[in-house]
């Protein structure tokens, strides 16, 4: 994770701060170090983050983590089937003695929102998200009421074939701008885990490690990293090949493009440049795709996992 140099545009406090949070981060989520990254890499490019796995292997507990390093305001929202939108986003109650509408914010209203177990709920109640995550903003009896900044939601789902969930629409889908995998932790790792946190939970001890407004900062300073007109076209050339592409259904969107450069500049300052390079767009490429892309019925009978069309595509796709 360590930067292998400091260029002018990314100053020193850039690196130090995504070092502190990485380490406090790591610090809870053991034996993780590429999650952890892949997580800052989506906070910094101003996305938000899908964490899909089986139960109990620490999605919520990387979301609270991530969470707590940044100091700013954290909510964190249990999807049911019986939440409704407005639980989510607020109401307007109307009050006797007035005889107005006020406004009640609901938990979308923060720096940082856990939704956790998001397909536990029903369609409806997840598109209640739809317009906090494109837009930034709540829209309630037609006025609208715009988010904190900066605004991330960091979402846990468990697999489809789980009982008792709903599976994510492609609209919702496409709004996160990752997905990660968790996976089991590794054998030392886990032992680590069952020996030393009998008495003692790291996530209780984790405190803030950055200021709101340093983060606002190294968004800014994300913002600002060079994509030539060369690396454009080298992703629009991958976008329109998942496009073409005969085992897939449906491939990526403009967004997921767009998010797709997001993402590879934040990999680039996280590794101490200020321009994007191939590299940068390969490496954050799954994590991009891998929610968004729906493969064939053939192609999915056949035992073909998106991965595996990810990793061709940009194998085959030449820099231009």
Not at 33 to 51: D, F, I, M, N, R
Not at 213 to 226: G, S, W, Y
Request: with cysteine.
């Amino acid at each position: 994770m360590s930067a292998n140099r400091t260029v002018p545009s990314l100053d020193s406090a850039f690196q130090s701060n995504c070092q502190r949070i990485f380490d406090a981060v790591q610090s809870v989520i053991t034996g993780k170090p590429e999650a952890v990254t892949s997580a800052l890499t989506v906070l910094l490019a101003q996305g938000h983050l899908l964490l899909e796995d089986v139960p109990g292997v620490g999605k919520t507990m990387l979301a609270k983590s991530l969470a707590r390093s940044v100091n700013g305001s954290v909510h964190r929202i249990q999807f049911t089937p019986d939440l409704l939108p407005s639980d989510v986003t607020g109401v307007s109650v109307y009050s006797p003695q007035t005889h107005e509408f006020t406004f009640h914010p609901g938990p979308v209203f923060a720096n940082i929102v856990i939704a956790d177990e998001i397909n536990r709920a029903n369609a409806k109640t997840q598109s209640a998200l739809l317009e906090c995550m494109e837009e930034q903003q709540v829209t309630v009896d037609s006025i609208t009421h715009r988010l904190e900044q900066p605004f991330m939601v960091v979402a846990t789902q468990n697999p489809v074939e789980s009982e008792g969930t709903f599976a994510l629409p492609e609209a919702q889908r496409d709004r996160f701008m990752a997905r990660l995998s968790l996976g089991y932790p590794q054998r030392d790792a886990e032992i680590t885990i069952l020996t030393g946190r009998h008495e003692f939970d790291p996530l209780e001890a984790l405190q803030a490690v950055v200021q709101l407004a340093d983060l606002r900062h190294m968004i800014e300073q994300v913002k600002a990293v060079t994509v030539t007109e060369r690396l454009g076209a080298y992703v629009v050339d991958l976008g329109r090949a998942t496009r073409e592409h005969p085992q897939i259904a449906l491939g990526a969107s403009p967004r997921a493009l767009i998010q797709w450069v997001r993402a590879a500049k934040a990999h680039a300052a996280i590794h101490g440049r200020d321009h994007v390079l191939p590299e940068d767009v390969r490496s954050v490429a799954e994590m991009v795709l891998n929610h968004r892309l729906i493969l064939t019925r053939r192609a999915v009978a056949d035992g073909l996992g998106a991965s595996a069309v990810i990793q061709e595509l940009v194998a085959s796709t030449p820099v231009n």
